[in-house]
Structures are given as C-alpha cells and as structure tokens.
C-alpha cells in the first residue's frame, strides 16, 4: 500500500499533494508501468482522509495520462515511455494501400446538428445587406471583443430567453468554446483546482490540463454536482452544465443552483464556470433561467456557442464575464485580436436583430421533438430490451440495454450494422460504478425521423442475440 505523506497545514488542497506525491512516484520508476493502485475506498481509508480526496488526485493523473482505469478492475499505472515505431512493411508496387474505414450510414453522434435545415436563404440575403451597408469598414481591425453590434444583440437575446441582465462590455466573442476556454484559463489562474462533472464533457478537462490546470473530477447525485464533494475538493473553480447535464440529462433544480452559488460565494477567488450548450431545446415547458441570472456576487461566467442552435462550422462562440472580469480582461487582454472575422460577426447580429434566431430555433424545436419522438417510438414498438432517460431537453438521449451485452460489444455490433453509437462510460474521469448498467448516448439532430427508423431495425438485428 503506498502511503503518501500529506500535511493539512500547508495550505495546498489534500488531493493537490496526493496527485503530486504519486506523479513524482511514478516518474522516478517507484511505481512501474502496470503497478495496480489502491481503489479510492482502501487508499482512502489507509491515508484517512475523504474519498473525494482520492478521487481529485485519480483523476487529475487520468486526465494527464499518469493512469489508465479498467472498468471492475480499478487503476492502474500507465506506460510513460514512448511505443516503439514499427517498422514499415514493404508492398510490392501493385498493391494498394488499405482502404480507410467506411462511414456509417447512420450516426447518433451528439456533435453535429441538421444542416440541411440551416437558413441558407436568409444567411445570404443578409450578407448581401452586410456587404452594402458595412462596405470598406468590414476590412478595418474591429474590436477584440467582438463587434458592438453583436455583442448588444447578444445581450439582448440573453436578456430575453436566459434571464441575463447584462452589458455588451462584458461579452467576449471568440472561435467556439475551446479558444473561450483557453482565455478563461488565463483570466482566472491556475492557482487551485478545476471541478469538472464526472461524467461530463470530457473535451473541456482535456483542453485545460494541457494548459496545467489540476482537475478534479466531482461526483453527482440526481440534482447535479454534488457541493459537499466539490467543498472537499479544494478547487477553486467549477465547470458545470446545470441546464441540461451532458450526458446525463439532469437539470439542475433551484435549491442545488443556490447551494453551488453559495460555495462560490463563500471563499475569494472561486468562480462557476456556466457551459449553457444547448439551453434553447427544451421539449417541455419554458426554458430553465441561466444559473448567471441568480449570481449577485459576480461569481459567474456564462459560456455558449451557436454550435447546436445554428452549426458547428460556424465557429462563433461567446461568453459573459463578471463586471470586475469583465473590467479585468480590458486592463489585460485586448492585445488579443478577434478570432472571428468581422464579415460573419455582422450577419449573425442581424440575424439576431431581425428575429431570424428566434423562429429559427422554434421550427427546429419542432423538428427536433419529433424526431426524439420517433426514437422513442422506435425502442417501444421494436420490442429492444431498453429504455431511454434524459428525453426533456437537449439533442440527444440516454439508452440503457438490458440485453446480457456490455457496452463495448453493443457497439462493436452496432457498427457492423452501420450505425454509430457512443458509450456512457467514455464520459467518465474516474472508472464507473460497477453496478452502472450498459447505457449508450443517442444524439438524433443529424438523423431524418426515416433514417433513424431505418437505424434501429439495424441495431435489433446487431443486439437481437449473441
């Protein structure tokens, strides 16, 4: 049993200088590759202190490749040296290098929305207007925070539809979510750690461990993260999608909201960092307000993209800072140009100023309604040993089998039928619970109701017997 000496006193968090005595260990050959760790349970009983302890140092070492987790085996040191380069084969001339794998025909993936129904028409009836009206000016260095025009047309819509008072000086637009989040990273420190929900959207952990932020994955109950364990934790700031969790589904109720803005309030320097991805599709009654309406310390940043509402292409993202961040990134951050061109900054304000957003996202509420519709249907009437949970917002849904098969099996026949579907447990930082069932995540934006009809008589055929 490795025994790691840590000391309350030092002001460091627990998990800080668990993760730190384990990464020194493992890069001086103390722990070899292969070496089986403790479960948090044991290692946590041994060192006595808190299971979310263990679970913060786990994995952050997960997130930077310290550990590899097994699912029912638990973790294990991971091989840091570099894998051994083949040696090429030699082809004779005629032969053909190998074909690449075939798409599938049908992919319930969660990051791509119908693009057959963007409004191609009215995006270039205004870009015409923006070419005329803006003329020469649209060749000028605008602001880096975004031009005027849509930062107050963004202000606008937020007041609206998310329940957001706020200035167009404190709206910062950028190229998607990874740049904003890049950005954030330096505007609020890597001093503590980043909570993450776990499960949760495992992309922003990646981008900010590469940068050197510590994570620590936070566990959830049925309301959200769970403030107790992120009180435990240490880290100072907390990313977190409280009005449709991904993947899970949860919307975060009132009294959890409050509680996290609590904890936020409770110490300097700690922030939540709201992810609002997909807020505008909400299947059944009004949409849920933003946590950032009920911030009255200024702990809050709001971050959204027009990735799921509009396309991903269109690489326009944006986020709310905090006045005194607000305040703050003006002092240090405007040598940053604009990462959005000027030409297509105008045509989404004007998007945004005729209502052109706002009955957009209506028709594809309905289309996209009806589509959950016939993936419910299709695991009703197909007769699959399933269920579905997570259908009241957002564009995809969660599908649990109780068919004998793990997860990487239901996808591997899933695959020879076609169809593309995702697992639950890739979403984890830590191994999940042994007792969690084999659950997939079906996006349907990209699919037809037709196609996605057409899917499922493929996967009863792939999940139909062993």
């Given at each position: 049993?490795?025994?790691?000496?840590?000391?309350a006193?030092l002001?460091?968090?627990?998990?800080?200088q668990?993760?730190?005595?384990?990464?020194?260990?493992?890069?001086?050959?103390t722990?070899?590759a292969?070496?089986?760790?403790?479960?948090?349970?044991?290692?946590?009983?041994?060192?006595?202190?808190?299971?979310?302890?263990?679970?913060?140092?786990?994995?952050q070492?997960?997130?930077e490749?310290?550990?590899?987790?097994?699912?029912?085996?638990?973790?294990?040191?991971?091989?840091?040296?570099?894998?051994a380069?083949?040696?090429?084969?030699?082809?004779r001339?005629?032969?053909?290098?190998?074909?690449?794998?075939?798409?599938?025909?049908?992919?319930?993936?969660?990051?791509?929305?119908?693009?057959?129904?963007?409004?191609?028409?009215?995006?270039?009836?205004?870009?015409?207007?923006?070419?005329?009206?803006?003329?020469?000016?649209?060749?000028?260095?605008?602001?880096?925070?975004?031009?005027?025009?849509?930062?107050?047309?963004?202000?606008?819509?937020?007041?609206?539809?998310?329940?957001?008072?706020?200035h167009?000086?404190?709206?910062?637009?950028?190229?998607?979510?990874?740049?904003?989040?890049?950005?954030?990273?330096q505007?609020?420190?890597?001093?503590?750690?980043?909570?993450?929900?776990d499960?949760?959207?495992?992309?922003?952990?990646?981008?900010?461990?590469?940068?050197?932020?510590?994570?620590?994955?936070?566990?959830?109950?049925?309301?959200?993260?769970?403030?107790?364990?992120?009180?435990?934790?240490?880290?100072?700031?907390?990313?977190?999608?409280?009005?449709?969790?991904?993947?899970?589904?949860t919307?975060?109720?009132?009294?959890?909201?409050?509680?996290?803005?609590?904890w936020?309030?409770?110490?300097?320097?700690r922030?939540?960092?709201?992810?609002?991805?997909?807020?505008?599709?909400?299947?059944?009654?009004?949409?849920?307000?933003a946590?950032?309406?009920l911030?009255?310390?200024?702990?809050?940043v709001?971050?959204?993209?027009?990735?799921?509402?509009?396309?991903?292409?269109l690489?326009?993202?944006?986020?709310?800072l905090p006045?005194?961040?607000?305040?703050?990134?003006?002092?240090?951050?405007l040598?940053?140009?604009?990462t959005v061109?000027?030409?297509?900054?105008y045509?989404?304000?004007?998007?945004?100023e005729?209502g052109?957003?706002?009955?957009?996202?209506?028709?594809?509420?309905?289309?996209?309604?009806?589509?959950?519709?016939?993936?419910?249907?299709?695991?009703?009437e197909?007769?699959?040993?399933?269920?579905?949970?997570?259908?009241?917002?957002?564009?995809?849904?969660?599908?649990?089998?109780?068919?004998?098969m793990?997860?990487?099996?239901?996808?591997?026949?899933?695959?020879?039928?076609?169809?593309?579907?995702?697992?639950?447990?890739?979403?984890?930082?830590?191994p999940?619970?042994?007792a969690?069932p084999?659950?997939?995540?079906?996006?349907?934006?990209?699919?037809?109701?037709?196609?996605?009809?057409?899917?499922?008589?493929?996967?009863?055929?792939?999940?139909?017997?062993?």
């Amino acid at each position: 049993m490795i025994t790691p000496v840590l000391d309350a006193a030092l002001g460091v968090p627990l998990y800080e200088q668990l993760y730190r005595q384990i990464r020194r260990d493992i890069e001086s050959g103390t722990l070899p590759a292969g070496e089986k760790l403790p479960s948090k349970r044991a290692l946590s009983a041994h060192l006595k202190v808190s299971v979310v302890t263990v679970e913060g140092a786990y994995g952050q070492l997960l997130a930077e490749g310290y550990l590899r987790s097994e699912p029912k085996r638990g973790f294990f040191v991971a091989d840091l040296a570099p894998a051994a380069q083949a040696a090429p084969v030699p082809r004779r001339a005629e032969e053909a290098p190998a074909a690449p794998a075939a798409a599938p025909r049908y992919d319930f993936a969660t990051n791509a929305v119908d693009a057959a129904r963007f409004p191609f028409a009215t995006w270039a009836k205004l870009m015409r207007q923006v070419l005329t009206r803006e003329d020469s000016g649209l060749l000028s260095a605008i602001h880096p925070q975004g031009v005027p025009a849509l930062r107050a047309a963004i202000v606008d819509y937020l007041r609206a539809f998310r329940g957001i008072d706020a200035h167009p000086d404190q709206v910062v637009v950028g190229a998607g979510s990874e740049y904003l989040t890049g950005i954030l990273f330096q505007l609020l420190g890597r001093e503590g750690g980043y909570a993450v929900e776990d499960p949760g959207y495992r992309k922003f952990s990646r981008i900010l461990s590469r940068q050197g932020a510590l994570i620590c994955p936070i566990p959830l109950d049925e309301q959200g993260m769970r403030v107790d364990a992120l009180t435990w934790s240490g880290a100072r700031v907390a990313h977190v999608t409280p009005s449709h969790h991904f993947p899970l589904g949860t919307v975060m109720p009132v009294p959890r909201r409050r509680e996290l803005l609590a904890w936020a309030g409770a110490q300097e320097g700690r922030y939540i960092i709201e992810d609002d991805y997909d807020s505008e599709f909400r299947f059944s009654g009004r949409p849920i307000p933003a946590l950032q309406s009920l911030d009255a310390g200024e702990r809050v940043v709001y971050l959204n993209t027009f990735a799921k509402s509009l396309a991903p292409s269109l690489r326009i993202g944006y986020m709310v800072l905090p006045p005194h961040l607000a305040e703050r990134y003006r002092r240090e951050f405007l040598l940053y140009s604009s990462t959005v061109p000027s030409f297509e900054q105008y045509t989404l304000a004007r998007f945004l100023e005729d209502g052109h957003f706002e009955r957009h996202i209506a028709r594809m509420r309905v289309e996209y309604r009806d589509r959950k519709a016939a993936l419910t249907a299709c695991v009703k009437e197909l007769g699959l040993p399933a269920r579905l949970s997570g259908a009241d917002a957002g564009l995809h849904m969660l599908l649990t089998l109780e068919n004998g098969m793990g997860e990487a099996e239901l996808v591997e026949r899933a695959a020879a039928e076609g169809v593309a579907v995702y697992p639950l447990s890739a979403c984890w930082l830590t191994p999940p619970p042994e007792a969690l069932p084999p659950t997939l995540i079906m996006g349907y934006a990209r699919l037809e109701a037709g196609d996605i009809r057409r899917a499922f008589e493929g996967l009863k055929a792939a999940w139909g017997s062993r």
